[in-house]
């Protein structure tokens, strides 16, 4: 385990050189003597449904991202998988998975996923980011992952307002530790790599958080943090599910996603219309547009207050009412909560 990097993101830069250099070292960085590593010529492949930092730390550790496309679930589709790896393997570096995936989905072909990657040569990085659905429950080296980062920021308590601070630690299998980064001046037993950030401990401050929630937490307690965030999500999609286009069908995983797109052509509204209009509620919308267009993804997270959940489902169930009316002919498409003066402000409450 190395706690070099400051950011998820940072993590996927780090394992993704660990990679390299570990296929650099056993002759696979030369399989085919006409592909050269730092000519980006070595194929990582990323799932549609992936994080978007993914293909850019891909990019960065001069690896050629190659899409490989999800169903209309969230899964990754195991066909075009298949046929990427065959038309790639002599360059195959890694694939990055996130698990469950952005949809909200617990992969059902992920064992096969990474069984098929390491077939071919390849190296698993799981994207750690989806986490909160897995501690206590699953252990990604147990179903084929090779390399992963942690978000203490997301998934171990440390504080994530404004931007940060962050921490990524990566872990990797006993094969892929001699790779991890080193010191930028004090050399590191068994270390082949320099330092990957101008702190070499990272934020080493912080950390203390991390380790106090999990002490107090226990292995109990971070396994319930884990199902409770299972059930939270799958409390406010069933709740929804009448109104909204849930985009998988039955149970979700710690979060999952409303398709609006359809409101689009029955009422003229878009997905940034209900957005601001969720203000008017006095909330913050969730993350909108990912990972589908005109959609919003939802995470209440193992610590939201029942309370506070329905205090959001219900709005998005009035707002939804808002819709039906200009569904029905009953609201003018132009001139409606949804469209004018949004949000709306107390100064334009007092004008009325």
């Keep these: 385990l190395d706690g070099n990097c400051f950011s998820g993101a940072s993590g996927e830069y780090t394992g993704l050189l660990a990679i390299r250099k570990y296929l650099q070292s056993i002759d696979q960085g030369q399989r ?37 496309d999800a169903d209309r679930h969230g899964n990754i589709n195991y066909k075009d998988l298949s046929a990427k790896v065959e038309k790639y393997k002599n360059e195959l570096a890694a694939i990055m998975i996130t698990y469950p995936s952005t949809h909200g989905v617990f992969e059902s072909s992920v064992v096969d996923v990474c069984a098929k ?6 190296q698993v990085y799981l994207d750690g980011a989806n986490l909160n659905a897995q501690v206590g429950l699953c252990r990604p080296g147990d179903y084929g992952s090779d390399v992963s980062h942690l978000n203490l920021h997301k998934t171990f308590s440390i ?4 931007g940060g601070p962050g921490v990524g630690p990566v872990g990797v299998k006993m094969h892929l530790a001699p790779f991890l980064p080193g010191h930028s001046v004090v050399p590191v037993e068994e270390r082949k790599s320099g330092a990957v950030s101008a702190a070499p401990y990272g934020s ?36 929804l599910e009448a109104a909204y286009r849930i985009d998988e069908q039955g149970l979700v ?26 203000m008017d509620y006095g909330f913050h919308a969730p993350t909108m547009s990912f990972p589908v267009h005109d959609c ?5 997270t193992e610590s939201e207050d029942k309370d506070e959940m329905d205090r959001l489902v219900d709005s998005l169930l009035a707002i939804r009412e808002e819709i039906a009316l200009i569904e029905t002919g009953r609201m003018d498409r132009n ?17 009325r």
């Design 32 to 68: 085919d003597e006409s592909l050269i590593f730092h000519q980006k010529l070595k194929v990582c492949l990323i799932p549609i449904s992936a994080h978007g930092t993914n293909p850019a730390s891909a990019n960065m550790a001069n690896m050629r991202v190659v899409v490989v």
């Design 117 to 122: 990657i390491h077939e071919n040569g390849g």
């Design 159 to 162: 504080p994530h307002g404004g």
């Design 204 to 239: 080493s401050s912080i950390i203390p958080i991390t380790w106090a929630y999990i002490r107090m937490m226990a292995g109990v307690g971070l396994k319930e943090a884990s199902q409770m965030a299972i059930l939270n999500a799958n409390y406010m999609a069933k709740r």
């Design 253 to 278: 995983a710690h979060e999952f996603i409303i398709d609006c797109k359809d409101f689009k052509k029955t009422a003229g509204v878009e997905v940034v219309d209900i957005a601001k209009r969720l």
């Design 296 to 300: 919003f993804m939802i995470e209440p």
């Design 335 to 351: 001139v409606n909560p949804l469209k004018v003066l949004l949000p709306f402000s107390i100064k334009a409450f007092f004008l």
